[in-house]
């Protein structure tokens, strides 16, 4: 098997396959031959540049083509791919390069100041560099479907994020979500918003709507709720995906309106509330299926096409897919599952960690997590990230991150400090804890909300307890 040749060169090669809008308003429109010819002369610079079959490709680009040619160039030659979201601070980008040394960093000029900080001083491609599409073309290898294509970060809960790889199957196997949840259809074009770098945006950027025929959209610009509602009606967008947190904030910061063009909407990332499917099914017209998946997994659940919806439900499994209910937690056979990552225990269930309740009729319920891990705006933090950088700071002695909640967000990060003796707590202080960690780390993991307590709830063996600190 091999994406790049039979997905995207099997295409029609006019057909439309991207539309891709930057930050400065410029449009393109981009076919599937034209992104069959440039992935391929783009594989052919790897390969001058030393990248091989199964080595470590890491890209820091934001929503651009750039992006996308990357990725089928590297599904071209076998070379892994590991896409990392322009967030990261250098010293997580650090930790990535540690965790997985790349023989080659792709990243554009906004991101080499802090590639370089995080200490890589191997081959770098900077873009945009047309001088890249004058190689030769690389030939499509034949890979097997065991063979490592993608690795994606989890968002650790107990410790540092881990590399999670996954097979040239993965991509294939998005087939299954791609048809039965995301519903795409051959010439229609699908948004799904996520940034460049998660597991989400890996899969259902590009993979999933390709394999149905339709086009992607991309856009290279912050998130603004009434630009994002616009760019919607102006692109004449048939499938929508995006995190129920930025749902939420269209609805509440526009008014919704009729989208003629959209026919279909779904959510992943964090549960999705009833009241936003409803305001958006009241404003648009459009109901929102919601979907679950883990980075281990990818999609594991959606909401039925076909069916009445059922506002607050994750849905039923994917067809094929062994997925159940086990003293409250969801598992599943990684056997039955295509998209299961590579290292996955093969011979036993999988719990996600996730407590979930499955009703008379087979839908499931998401209910909380198991672990600490918090969930914001459809980002998985760990606390123990949150927390290394805020115990980095010379007033704190030690500190933990739970999460609380947020009608916009879901739930937000919030942290409780103990400070070292002869400091006093402040809203000053509170602030400047807050951009510390910014700076320390991707800041969409700072602590929205931060506390000062004189210790923290432990257990006997000196852990401590979040759950009192949740109120669980």
């Known amino acids: 098997m091999n994406f790049a040749r039979d997905i995207v ?23 599937f031959g034209e992104v069959a010819e440039r992935s391929a002369r783009l594989a052919g610079a790897l390969i001058e540049r030393g990248v091989r079959r199964g080595h470590v490709v890491m890209t820091v680009i934001g929503s651009t083509p750039e992006w996308v040619l990357t990725l089928v160039a590297c599904f071209r030659i076998g070379a892994v791919a590991l896409p990392c979201t322009e967030q990261l601070r250098a010293g997580d980008l650090q930790a990535r390069l540690e965790a997985v040394p790349p023989r080659l960093v792709v990243a554009t000029e ?75 259809r051959q010439g229609e074009l699908v948004w799904c918003t996520a940034a460049s770098g998660w597991s989400k945006s890996a899969r259902n950027v590009f993979v999933a709507p390709w394999l149905r025929g339709a086009a992607a959209l991309l856009e290279d610009r912050r998130f603004d709720p009434a630009a994002r509602l616009a760019t919607a009606a102006r692109e004449g967008v048939n499938v929508l995906c995006m995190a129920p947190t930025e749902y939420r904030a269209v609805a509440k910061r526009t008014e919704l309106r009729p989208l003629p063009a959209l026919r279909h909407a779904v959510a992943a990332g964090e549960p999705l509330d009833p009241a936003t499917v409803e305001t958006w099914r009241e404003g648009t017209g459009v109901e929102i299926h919601d979907g679950y998946g883990q980075t281990e997994t990818g999609a594991l659940t959606g909401m039925p096409l076909g069916s009445a919806l059922r506002p607050g439900s994750m849905g039923r499994p994917l067809p094929g897919f062994g997925v159940w209910v086990a003293g409250g937690e969801l598992c599943a056979d990684p056997a039955s599952v295509p998209t299961f990552f590579l290292d996955a225990p093969r011979d036993r269930p999988w719990p996600t960690g996730d407590r979930v309740r499955e009703d008379e009729d087979g839908y499931l319920w998401f209910e909380g997590r198991t672990d600490d891990v918090i969930i914001s705006s459809g980002y998985r933090i760990g606390p123990f990230e949150v927390e290394s950088a805020l115990g980095s700071h010379p007033a704190v002695a030690e500190a933990a991150a739970v999460a609380a909640p947020d009608e916009l967000r879901g739930s937000v990060v919030r942290a409780v400090v103990v400070l070292r003796g002869g400091e006093r707590p402040s809203d000053e202080l509170a602030r400047a804890l807050q951009d510390h960690v910014k700076d320390r780390t991707a800041p969409y993991k700072y602590p929205r909300i931060v506390e000062f307590a004189a210790a923290l709830p432990k257990t006997v063996s000196g852990k401590v307890r979040r759950a009192a600190l949740r109120g669980d």
Request: proline share 9%; charged share 25%; aromatic share 6%.
């Open 110 to 184: 906004r991101n080499l100041a802090t590639v370089r900080e995080a200490g890589f001083d191997g081959p770098l491609v900077r873009l945009p560099d047309e001088s890249l599409f004058d190689a030769a073309p690389a030939a499509a290898v034949e890979l097997d479907p065991e063979e490592p294509a993608l690795i994606t970060f989890t968002s650790g809960t107990a410790g540092e994020p881990k590399p999670i790889r996954h097979g040239q199957r993965y991509l294939e196997g998005q087939r299954v979500q791609a048809e039965h949840w995301l519903g795409a």
């Open 9 to 31: 060169e099997a295409a029609p090669p006019a057909r439309r396959a991207l539309v891709a809008l930057d930050a400065a308003g410029a449009r393109r429109e981009i076919s």
